[in-house]
Nanobody, 125 residues
Framework: QAQLVESGGGLVQTGGSLRLSCVASGRTFTTYDMAWFRQAPGKEREFVAAINGNGCNTYYADSVKGRFAISRDNAKKMLYLQMNSLKPEDTAEYYC??????????????????WGQGTQVTVSS
């Protein structure tokens, strides 16, 4: 089973940018559909963005569409989330997640088999 480790979080001002990374180990990376979720204090974990195994299809939450971009480098077993025009409401712990089954509902937490430990993103106003 894959293991996932996120990095790239930090403190940024409103309007700034950050790039999150997630490195995978274990099984062939291309067999996994991948996603980013986030969880703010006192709130439920929510879907942010997803990408299928070959990188051809991407999906976004309405709240980040046009500001965030998900991508992957299968040769390096890396997943990325480029976050631009950050807002205070983007403040959360960000998690990467991997799905290896046959039926993938990219918005659902239960669709994902493997999770990283999270990286904190804080956007100051």
């Amino acid at each position: 089973q894959a293991q996932l480790v996120e990095s790239g979080g930090g403190l940024v001002q409103t309007g700034g940018s950050l790039r999150l990374s997630c490195v995978a180990s274990g099984r062939t990376f291309t067999t996994y559909d991948m996603a980013w979720f986030r969880q703010a204090p006192g709130k439920e974990r929510e879907f942010v963005a997803a990408i299928n195994g070959n990188g051809c299809n991407t999906y976004y939450a309405d709240s980040v569409k046009g500001r965030f971009a998900i991508s992957r480098d299968n040769a390096k077993k890396m997943l990325y989330l480029q976050m631009n025009s950050l807002k205070p409401e983007d403040t959360a712990e960000y998690y990467c997640a991997a799905h290896s089954g046959t039926i993938w509902n990219f918005r659902l937490i239960r669709s994902y088999d493997v999770w990283g430990q999270g990286t904190q993103v804080t956007v100051s106003s």
